[in-house]
């Protein structure tokens, strides 16, 4: 059946009798049992059946499937486990002794309900059967306080259990403890018996079908999401005929035929004369103002881009009661200005707009990033799950102490989130403009426990419909991520850097950098009102901006309200150890030292404290206006011509950087006072202000900050919003990119880099641009640290280490780790391949003209990476072949193209070479730092996958080497067999097959092109090999005798070795 209710087809099974159950395996095959001795497989494609299972009887009532098995329940009682292949058995469990009712797989554990034998027949037993699928055996019986007639696993929080009787009775336990009466349900059937049970994918909804027909539907909201990619569900159109509700004549639009009528040769009412009647045929609906703002006419034909506000090629249905609105919007003004002061016509400026991923056939590769970003810093791609934190990556990296610190800091924790952001930042300092990834940061930010708990992991549908409040997000990750690198900084402090690199000199034993930078102390004081004070010592890493109750209007500098953030003083109800009792305490809070670098958080969450911002804008904007008109009254030399440009239409004196003045409440810089009396003077400050020598003012305690950047969070209802940063980059990060020295704001939108004037950061629209986040880094503060930078990756990654697979055995290994003579060199050749898995399926919509458009990329992960050595004795000879462990679940281990199995990155099961991400990451990092060459077939998207910058002069790409412009990629496995005359790849890939195969055909390059000095002559071989591949339609022919460089000579060597 469709969703919508419809039949798509029906199937006839010949030879099959009381069928049971279906099991859909994938998006076109259908498993179908039930009593009989044979299993049927249909194709939903072509729908016809494709194999059939030999099953011994009485047959198969129930069909699970997991990444591991087919698990079959019968009636006899028992489970059988098959194989995913070749449906033979490989394990079976008697759950009992009558009959089995249902049973589901979750994880490691299976769990059964049914029926034992007794004296008087069959009863139904209250212990569930559980059975661990790792030992292959029972362990503890569940017992449960109703009938068990149905379960399902609901692994939601935890892996619990739902324990359905048929009289409606429901039971949640875990089914490793112990069940608790409390928890037992009650659903109302309207028929005698619950007949049948189900849980959503997105476990979300439970569903209960009863004796009457009727289906229970239970949620846990009250708009539930059904399955992973949920779309509004289509229900079918009630039955009209036996309830005829009641016509209103006032609908014009309202069909008739809703009341069936018996066939009559008589005349009906509704056959009106032609000439009673005329056509009305529906009016257009309204052209979206925002195509009209942004159309530009060539002729008579108008062009415009696609504001995305509705579906492609779909109309709404609208009847006459929305008229009013069409009318409404029918007069667009033709001015532009006239149209940008209607409130519903309100547009983000485009810079700020939402960007996204344009994907085509080729990926990546032909999207222009050069469009959004002309500049030579990198921009950070969005389509990563919760990338929403791009634009805070940006900040702390453009921090020169943070992004020092993090580079030289490496240690062993396998998800580190210093670690990763170096390794980011690393990738930043490498681009020439290209986009990078944090894929890596966000996988190990994902595993971090706190980060789920404070609600900074984001679903998919979440993310991309822009629920929740971005700004009290990305101002909880600020707080989160400083409070992390505080705590990984400190924790390199115990047991040092990796496999003994030596310790960054860039940070003392005795307190980490980041609480240096960003960690202020402070003094609580709780006085009660018996008298009895308390003083407790603290820090914090931010301040949160507290804002006054005045309801008057009255006007605050920026500095005033931030002075009452951080010397916050409240009443609230505290513990008095010496009265005994809690009692009203008056809590004031004063500071001990000044942070380097003050974060402040806005908390701008509600409309309260967007209204206090655009107050406070206005005083500050009237204020400016009569200071720039007291300036230009005081010059004497404007001519008459000048004095009118400055006029606006209402009369008012206005100079051309007016304009830099509107919405601006946020100083460029404030003064900061330490008072002998532990009091703070904050105040706002102008380059214009007097300031003395710069060690004797910090002597005395004051300190001016400048604003460095700010976060602000675009509000978009079409696309759900946006974060974006304003950034003030230094001169250093001008010095490494394009060798000047000067300071810059940027504008940092994803993967959008754009320099903007320096008013633009401190401008806040509020209907559109509400501030999150602000930096105010200490004046001179790159004096102060060490800047330099140490590569804390040595040559002792690339040793021998101990695999993760508990049954790995040395028999197994299949490659050899260099030793210390061996390591390479500054241009030694290495071949490398990678092979990976799918976590995440692509998303894409097929267009109305059959084309298909990408939404949103399938999402891999790294699952093996093979180095094989370039020259000396032992070319050929792999130094590294990691299997890569993942915690992730993969949804397709594309065991055709990777020669990845399941169970292959499991260490409990794993025969391979299995280590983590990160190990292997390192010695890649050692290997592109110590300047290799790498070789191999496609390595672009290897290295973007394992998210990894490489320099260009770095690689040597076959994929390029043999290809001529503006004609198609040749694959590895037509060049090796044109070239090499091996066929390999026969079955399944092998890295360590591709990589060596990549290797020699850059020695067939070498020699076909006499090392570069014979471009013409190659150009001759490349198109022989072209005509070729059209001839033979790019397809190697079938080998007789497979012979692959993997059985070639130079392996036996390995095993010599």
């Known amino acids: 059946m469709a969703r919508g209710g419809l039949i798509i087809f029906d199937y006839l099974l010949d030879e099959s009798e009381d069928m049971h159950s279906l099991l859909l395996t994938d998006s076109s095959t259908l498993l179908v049992g039930g009593l009989q001795n044979h299993i049927l497989e249909i194709d939903l494609n072509t729908v016809q059946e494709t194999q059939k299972y030999t099953v011994e009887t009485p047959g198969v009532t129930i069909m699970r499937q997991t990444n591991r098995f087919f698990f079959c329940g019968h009636t006899s009682g028992k489970v059988s486990l098959r194989d995913l292949r070749t449906f033979k058995v490989e394990h079976e469990f008697s759950a009992f002794s009558g009959s089995l009712s249902d049973f589901d797989v979750h994880g490691n554990l299976l769990a059964a309900c049914g029926f034992s034998s007794r004296l008087t027949g069959l009863a139904c037993d209250r212990f569930l059967k559980v059975y661990d699928l790792r030992m292959m055996r029972a362990i503890t019986p569940l017992q449960v306080h109703v009938d068990p007639a149905f379960l399902r696993f609901i692994p939601t929080y935890t892996s619990r259990l739902a324990i359905i009787s048929q009289s409606g009775q429901c039971q949640f336990c875990e089914p490793t403890g112990l069940a608790n009466p409390a928890d037992i349900f009650h659903v109302n059937p309207v028929g005698a018996l619950l007949m049948t049970f189900d849980v959503s994918a997105s476990k979300q909804a439970l569903a209960f079908g009863d004796s009457e027909g009727c289906v229970h539907l239970w949620t846990d909201s009250p708009e539930p999401s059904f399955n992973p990619y949920s779309r509004e569900t289509e229900f079918a159109l009630p039955c009209l005929v036996d309830s005829l509700p009641p016509l209103d004549w006032s609908q014009d639009l309202l069909p008739l035929s809703l009341i069936p009528v018996p066939l009559t040769t008589d005349t009906l009412l509704s056959d009106w004369p032609a000439a009673n009647s005329a056509p009305a045929p529906r009016r257009a609906p309204p052209v979206d103002a925002e195509i009209l703002r942004t159309m530009k006419k060539v002729g008579f034909i108008g062009y415009a881009p696609n504001p995305r506000t509705r579906l492609r090629n779909q109309i709404p249905y609208r009847l006459k009661e929305s008229d009013s609105e069409f009318d409404s919007f029918s007069q667009v003004t033709e001015s532009p200005i006239g149209r940008e002061e209607e409130p519903h016509l309100h547009m983000v400026s485009k810079k700020y707009r939402k960007v996204t991923i344009k994907y085509s056939k080729l990926g990546l590769e032909d999207f222009d990033f050069k469009h959004y970003n002309k500049t030579l810093f990198a921009g950070l791609e969005p389509h990563i799950p919760n990338a929403y934190c791009n634009c805070m990556i940006q900040v702390l990296y453009f921090l020169e102490p943070v992004r020092c610190l993090i580079q030289n800091h490496l240690c062993q924790k396998e998800f580190c989130l210093a670690c990763e952001l170096g390794f980011l930042f690393h990738m930043l300092d490498l681009s020439r403009g290209d986009p ?55 924790e390199l402090e115990g047991p040092q850097a990796y496999r003994g690199a030596g310790g960054s000199s860039f940070c003392s034993s005795g307190d980490s950098v980041i609480g240096q930078l960003f960690s202020c102390e402070m003094e609580n004081c709780s006085l009660c009102r018996c008298g009895s004070e308390t003083v407790r010592a603290s820090s914090t890493l931010l301040f949160t901006l507290s804002y006054p109750e005045d309801k008057t209007g009255k006007n605050y500098d920026f500095a005033q309200v931030l002075k009452r953030s951080i010397c916050l003083e409240q009443n609230t109800q505290a513990w008095c150890d010496n009265c005994e009792k809690y009692q009203p305490t008056i809590q004031t809070r004063n500071i ?102 710069a060690r004797a003012e910090e002597e005395l305690g004051v300190f001016v900050y ?46 959008l880099i754009e320099p903007i004037d320096k008013h633009e950061a401190v401008q806040f629209d509020m209907n559109w641009k509400v501030p999150a986040i602000l930096y105010y880094v200490k004046r001179n503060l790159n004096s102060k640290y060490n800047l330099n930078i140490k590569n804390p990756i040595e040559a002792s990654v690339l040793l021998a280490e101990a695999s993760l697979a508990r049954k790995q055995q040395k028999t197994h290994t299949t490659f050899i780790p260099l030793m210390l003579n061996e390591m390479p060199q500054v241009g030694d050749l290495v071949g490398l391949d990678a092979e990976f898995v799918t976590l995440n399926e692509e998303e894409a919509e097929l267009r109305s003209d059959g084309t298909k458009s990408t939404i949103k990329p399938s999402q891999m992960s790294v699952a093996r990476i093979t180095c094989v050595r370039g020259q000396g004795p032992n070319e050929g000879i792999p130094f590294i072949d990691d299997y890569i462990s993942t915690q992730e679940q993969v949804v397709d281990y594309l065991t055709q193209y990777s020669g990845i199995k399941p169970g292959d990155l499991d260490a409990k099961i794993s025969s391979k070479h299995l280590t983590t991400l990160k190990s292997t990451y390192l010695k890649l990092r050692f290997l592109i730092d110590i300047g290799v060459k790498f070789v191999g077939h496609g390595l672009q998207k290897d290295f973007r996958v394992i998210n990894l910058m490489v320099p260009k002069d770095q690689v040597l790409d076959t994929v390029y080497l043999f290809h001529m412009p503006r004609k198609r990629m040749i694959s590895l496995r037509f060049l090796a067999w044109y070239f090499l005359d091996l066929k390999i790849q026969g079955e399944t890939h092998d890295s360590i097959e591709d990589a060596r195969t990549a290797l020699q055909l850059y020695r067939k390059y070498l020699e076909l092109s006499k090392n570069g000095t014979e471009p013409e002559s190659f150009h001759k071989v490349l198109k022989g090999l072209y005509e070729k591949g059209r001839k033979m339609d790019w397809k190697v022919p079938k080998p007789e005798g497979q012979t692959s460089p993997k059985n070639a000579a130079v392996f036996s060597s390995v095993l010599a070795l």
């Open 436 to 490: 990078c990834q944090g894929s890596n940061f966000l996988r190990a930010f994902r595993t971090i426990p706190e980060a789920s708990a404070l609600g900074l992991i984001l679903a998919d549908s979440d993310e991309a419909s822009g629920k929740g409040s971005l700004a009290r997000l990305i101002q909880r990750w600020n707080r989160f991520i400083l409070t992390q690198l505080h705590q990984d900084v400190q």
């Open 706 to 751: 400048d604003l460095m950047a700010t976060v602000v969070h675009i509000l978009d209802s079409r696309t759900g919003g946006s974060l974006v940063a304003h950034i003030k980059v230094g001169e250093t990060y001008h010095q490494r990119k394009e060798g000047v020295t000067h300071q810059q704001w940027y504008l940092f939108n994803d993967f």
């Open 592 to 693: 001990r030292h000044l942070p380097d670098i003050l974060v402040i958080n806005c908390e701008v969450n509600s409309s309260k404290e967007a209204d206090f911002w655009r107050m406070q804008a206005e005083f500050a904007f009237k204020m400016a206006v009569k200071r720039l008109g007291g300036e230009i009254s005081k010059n004497k030399e404007f001519a008459l011509a000048d004095w009118k440009e400055l006029g606006s239409s209402e009369g008012v004196l206005m100079c051309p950087s007016i304009e830099e003045f509107k919405n601006v409440w946020l100083p460029f810089s404030i003064r900061m006072k330490m008072a002998k009396n532990k009091g703070l003077d904050v105040c706002n400050w102008t380059d214009g202000n007097e300031w003395g020598p």
